[in-house]
Every structure is written in C-alpha cells, then in structure tokens.
C-alpha cells in the first residue's frame, strides 16, 4: 500500500508541476504590466519601479520562476492584486464554504441517484424504469445556472417556501445550490446503478443465492449491491472532484462564496496570482480525491491490493 | 492495389452496411426526437431572419418588460426587445461557436491520435503525458482560466474549447490506430509498399471515423453547455446587443422576481438543443454498434 502510495505521488508530480509551469508562463506572457496595473493611473515612475521589483518583475524569467516556485513550496502563493491578502488565506476562506455545498450535494445525489438505479435495473422496462432513465437524460442535459435560476424563481419567489435564495449560510439558503449542484450527478449515478447493476444480476452468483431461496432484498443488499459499488464510488468519487472545483456555475447564481465563485471573480478582476493560485489548488484538489478513491477501493473489493 | 489486397482491405471495419445502419437509427424514436430537435435549432440557427417574428434588436422602452401575448409570444426584455426573435436568433452563436470548436478539437484530435498511434516513440510518450496534464484537470476551469488570460473573443473561446476537447479524442483514435496497425489489411498494405502516410489516411483513418463520429455528436451537447456557461459568466464572445443564450440568462438575473419569462425560455431552448445532440449521439452509438440488437 504504502509503495503504491508513493508510486502514485511520484507519478502525480510532473502532472502537477506540468499545470504550474502551464500557469506560471500563461501569466507572463500576458500583455500589460502588472506594476502598471496594480499601480494604476496614480503610480510614478519611482513607485512602479518599486513594485516591479517587489513583484520580482525586472529579474529574469528563470529566476522569478525559482524564486516563485522556492515560494510555493514554502505555501506562499504570493498576494491579492485587489485585497492585497495572501492568495493561499484567501483560498483557504474560500474552501470551506466549497466543501461545504459539495459534500451536501453528493450526499443528496449518494440518497436519490443510487436507489433510483437500484429500481430501474430490478423493475427493468417499468414506468419506474422509465422514469429514472428520463431523470438521467434531463440531469445531464440541463444547464445547472438555469436550473438554479429556475429553482430561484420557483421555490423563492412564487412559492415563497425559501425566503433568502442566495447568500451564504448552513440553513435554508444551502439547499437549492446542492440540489441545482446534485442534479448533474443524480443522472450520473443513476446511470451507472442501474447499468452496473443490470450486468451484476446476470451473474451466476446471484442465481445461486436465489435458488437457495433467499429473500430478494437480500440477495439485492448483501449480493448484487455489495458487487456494484465500485463503479458507484468511481462515479461517486469523480463528481465530489468535479464539484469541488466545477461548482463555480451554482456558486455564481447563489452568490455562494467558495473557490468556484472566487475565480469568476478573480477573472474579471484581471487578479492575475489570484487566478494562478486557484488552478493550482484545483488540480491538487482534483488529483488527491481521484487518489483517494483508488486508495479505497481494496476496502470495498479484497480483491485489489496494492 | 490488386482484388487480392482490396479484399483484406474493408473500407470499413464492424460497421453493420450503410442501409442496415440507416434502418437502426431511424427504427429508434428517441433518435428521430434527438433529430428533431437537432434539425430544429439548425432550421433556426440558419434561417432565423425570416423565421424571427420581429427584429431581435429593435429596442422599444414602452414595451419595457411585458408578459408573454399574442403579439410577444416569450414576452419582452429590460429594453423592450422580443425574447421569441432573441432566442431564434440565439441559436447562430451557440452552433456557430460549439461546432467550429469541436471540429477544430476534433480534427487536431484525430491528427495527433492517428501519428501518435501509428509512429509511437518518443512522440507519443511526450504527447500522451500531455494528454494526462489536460484531462486531469476539470474542463470548465481551464477554459475559463484560459479565455479570463486571453480575453473573451471568439476565436479565444473556440481555441479554450478545442484545448480541452483534442486530448480525449487523441485518446480515443491513439487506441484503436495501436490495434488496427496490426491488423492484416494494414500488414498486406505495407508489404505491398504502401507508404505510412498512404496507411495512416488511407487504410486506417477510415476505421476509425465512427467511434469519433459518435463522440463527436455525443459530446456537442457539452460544448453547447460550456459555450452557453461561459457567456452566462460574462466571458462569452456575443457583443453586446448580439443575442446569446447565456447572456440572456445572466441579464435576466435581476429580474426573477418580477418577469419570470425572462430567464425560462433561453434556458429551454439551451435545454433542448443539449438534449437532442445527446439523444441524436446515443442513437447512432447503437446503431453503429454491432453487439447492441
């Protein structure tokens, strides 16, 4: 385990120093000066040259890159052009609220997605069979800012069941970005249940536990399901990644403040570190949960060992 | 080419014939829907100034925010404008922009798959890695990241979408070239001293066109949602009278509580589109594949 572990981080590292270096040149080679821009109309000539060589500007491009990279191993991802915060307390603000919506979201997706494809597959060619593949093709057809919006203009204002549709809070103003964020994943797992679960079904296995008369339920519990999961915790797994970095779009429409929001933000505000400081720490994000998963699967399925 | 190497040589490799095929996708109702609604975003996207029942930007302040009627079917906007010709209208940028994207994508994709496969080598250790670096990564962020450093325009959004949509299709073409350069077709082809640019083009790249085709409409849905998530996000090229569905959306954000029908109908329409490339790329998957009854 601990081999494979260390093999995985070594093989993770050029990945990772590959975006940095992606990053770090993609901001470079930008037109404009950033002394210009942090400085602003006001700057002179003394004060842009200050900045520029606080900002490491007038070395050469290999040495700022050393001097960056020396920076972020130490966690320094360097200030905020518009708060002038350091980037990595600003991410840091920021993740919370992040994890916060996509755990919430994946739970609710874990609680509908699953059982929807659990029914699907053993009532195959049923209206519920039906139902559940329509909710797959609609999950992943809708755009989740409209369905937001819609949800906003549904549940807030004309029903008036949620009264505050946007802001942050652990009330009633988490509920519409983890169901608009959960539905994308809903179709997913319900899609992979029910097709894994189909193939599952047609085993020999499970012909033996019913013809040994076991009760459907469980042989559905204790046989068939037990030897899904693992594709289910893939999907699981890969969604809880892409939602805690690709819920900027839910983030966005409820004025949530996570690190999705932060970048739509920091785009528009040119806040070049900002913006170089968040890809890095979604691709962490991204690669370690991906290894996490793999890391989890020898607890489901003895068979794999590493 | 002689009968003998023509026969070891299919055009195509485990596609049911063209009429079968044909028979398979239109047998299949989800697919005729998909088609449908495919066709009908194009009709609009083509012809939307004779189809539109007004000027989408004629701005008219007295008719400032109206509710659906006969003579406004979706109602108004902010500056008196007809959403109904908007969302006609709106279709010319969401296709234009997803399709010359994915081609693009799809093209340098299948390029760079077809030499990488064929040649192997340092190449493609060097390539694939790339490929790793990209799809490791989510799609949306880079995009965004890019097109926020590049500046939305465009060609800036069609080259963000192309970057991330060229490493999957690499993928996808890269593993069927590594079998198919072993195949006997491509062995006799060789032996008979065919050059590998005469192999890769002319005996191998037709083996593969399906799966990518398949890919290609399967995964346009995708694009139209990402093109429509970045002008939604203020980073879409549309200028700004020009009508686009997600800038609609994003403008139609202050009035929720007051003109529901502002941001319902470009939602659908983005809705339907997306559902239709799906249901349209589900369809020829099956119908394209050999196994499915």
Redesign the interface.
């Known amino acids: 385990m601990t081999r494979y572990l260390v093999s995985r981080i070594v093989q993770l590292l050029p990945t990772i120093l590959g975006i940095y270096l992606l990053t770090f040149f993609m901001m470079r080679i930008l037109p404009g000066d950033p002394a210009q821009f942090l400085e602003g109309d006001r700057g002179d000539e003394q004060s842009m040259a200050e900045t520029r060589r606080r900002l490491r500007l007038d070395e050469p491009i290999l040495v700022q890159l050393a001097a960056y990279l020396g920076d972020t191993l130490q966690g320094d991802l360097g200030r905020s052009f518009i708060t002038n915060q350091p980037v990595s307390d600003m991410i840091g603000r920021a993740f919370v609220p992040t994890i916060q919506l996509a755990l919430t979201a994946t739970t609710i997706a874990l609680i509908l997605g699953v059982p929807l494809g659990v029914v699907s597959a053993v009532r195959q060619n049923s209206i519920w069979d039906a139902l559940s593949r329509l909710v797959a093709l609609v999950g992943v057809s809708i755009p989740v800012f409209w369905l937001g919006l819609q949800m906003q203009v549904i549940f807030g204002v004309q029903l008036k069941w949620i009264p505050r549709i946007s802001g942050y809070g652990i009330d009633e103003r988490l509920i519409l970005p983890a169901i608009s964020a959960s539905l994308g994943m809903i179709a997913l797992l319900t899609r992979i249940t029910r097709s894994t679960l189909l193939d599952v079904l047609n085993q020999d296995y499970i012909r033996t536990a019913k013809s040994k008369g076991l009760a459907n339920l469980r042989v559905l519990t204790r046989h068939a399901l037990v030897n899904a999961l693992l594709p289910i915790v893939t999907v699981w797994g890969t969604s809880l990644a892409g939602l805690l970095s690709g819920a900027l779009l839910v983030e966005t429409i409820f004025s949530w403040p996570g690190m999705g929001r932060l970048l739509v933000d920091s785009i528009g505000a040119r806040d070049y570190p900002m913006i170089q400081g968040l890809v890095i720490a979604f691709a962490l994000i991204y690669a370690g949960i991906n290894l996490l998963i793999d890391l989890f699967y020898p607890f489901i399925d003895p068979r794999i060992r590493y | 080419m002689s009968a003998k190497t023509a026969a070891l040589m299919p055009e195509t490799q485990h596609v049911p014939s063209q009429n079968r095929f044909l028979r398979r996708l239109f047998s299949n109702p989800t697919t005729l829907i998909g088609l449908t609604l495919v066709l009908g975003a194009l009709v609009c996207a083509i012809f939307a100034p004779v189809i539109a029942p007004k000027d989408p930007y004629a701005r008219d302040l007295s008719k400032y925010v109206l509710a659906p009627s006969a003579e406004h079917l979706f109602g108004t906007d902010d500056v008196g404008r007809d959403i109904l010709s908007r969302v006609i209208y709106g279709a010319q940028i969401s296709l234009k922009i997803s399709l010359i994207a994915q081609g693009v994508g799809i093209l340098i994709g299948v390029f760079v798959g077809l030499i990488t496969g064929y040649f192997g080598g340092w190449l493609d250790t060097l390539i694939m ?2 490929v ?2 990209v799809m ?3 799609l ?2 880079i995009v ?6 590049l500046g939305p325009s465009e060609n800036n959004i069609i080259l963000g979408l192309a970057v991330v949509i060229w490493p999957n299709t690499t993928r996808l073409v890269r593993s069927q070239v590594l079998s198919l350069k072993e195949a006997e077709f491509v062995t006799a082809a060789r032996s008979l001293g065919s050059a590998d640019a005469g192999i890769i083009f002319r005996h191998i790249l037709p083996n593969v066109i399906s799966p990518v085709v398949v890919y290609a409409t399967l995964g346009l ?1 995708g694009i139209i ?1 990402a093109e ?2 970045l002008s ?4 879409g090229s549309a200028q700004q009278a020009t009508p686009s569905w997600g800038k609609m ?1 994003t403008e ?2 202050a009035f ?2 007051s003109a ?1 029908w502002m ?2 109908y ?2 659908i329409a ?2 339907l589109t ?2 239709g490339f ?2 349209l790329g589900d369809g020829l998957r099956d119908a394209l594949d050999v196994r499915s009854k």
């Not at chain 2, 965004?144 to 450093?149: E, K, P, R, S, T």
């Not at chain 2, 939604?232 to 980073?235: E, K, P, T, V």
């Open positions: 890695r790339v790793d670096i490791a990564f989510p949306l962020i965004i990241a890019l097109i926020g450093v849905g949602l429509a998530s939604f996000l203020g980073l959306l139609s954000r929720i509580r529901w941001p319902l470009p939602g983005i809705l997306v559902l799906n249901l």
